[in-house]
């Protein structure tokens, strides 16, 4: 349930996380729904440590890995990304598109990670056809899946930009050390 839940953390206010039209929202939001899941990860895997006989420590080690990178990119993410108040005042779409790259890539983190506990969590405890919790995994796995797959889209369009916009600025410095 917890993994279900941190997916709403994506867009939903929270207390800490509030309504408001910062550029930054949505990043922030994202890291604290990783951080959900970091927690889960780390009961799944205490669990496993726990009760060596019944599950893989290789898959949890492979979990505890997934875990690291994905903690790794989302801190890269927050670090290259900056202020609010940077982004609202520059009359620039730059730092704009900056806040949506990251929020993108964050999503993507974020869901792929949602993914893999989910996908680690069905082999050992969801062991009937009959379980009920069988069908709303497949669900929410779908689900993930279509907000990665989407947002991962996105991302193209953003590389495709952020190219051009690297090669317009190499020609813009050319001309102005030419000058």
Not at 8 to 28: A, E, F, K, Q, S
Not at 96 to 113: K, P, R
Request: charged share 25%; proline share 4%; hydrophobic share 40%.
């Amino acid at each position: 349930m917890m993994v279900i839940q941190a997916g709403g953390m994506y867009l939903i206010p929270t207390t800490d996380r509030p309504v408001d039209d910062l550029p930054t929202t949505h990043l922030l939001r994202t890291m604290d729904a990783l951080n959900a899941l970091t927690d889960v990860a780390n009961v799944l895997i205490y669990h496993a440590m726990r009760h060596p006989a019944d599950y893989s420590q290789e898959d949890a080690d492979a979990l505890i890995g997934k875990g690291k990178q994905a903690q790794k990119v989302m801190r890269k993410l927050d670090e290259m990304l900056p202020p609010d108040d940077f982004i609202m005042t520059m009359d620039s779409y730059g730092p704009d598109l900056m806040a949506e790259y990251a929020t993108n890539a964050a999503m993507i983190v974020a869901s792929t990670f949602a993914m893999d506990i989910m996908a680690y969590y069905y082999e050992p405890f969801i062991r009937t056809g009959k379980d009920q919790r069988k069908a709303m995994f497949r669900d929410f796995q779908s689900a993930y899946r279509e907000a990665r797959d989407e947002c991962l889209s996105r991302s193209e369009g953003h590389e495709f930009l952020i190219k051009e916009l690297a090669s317009a600025n190499r020609a813009l410095q050319k001309v102005l050390k030419e000058s």
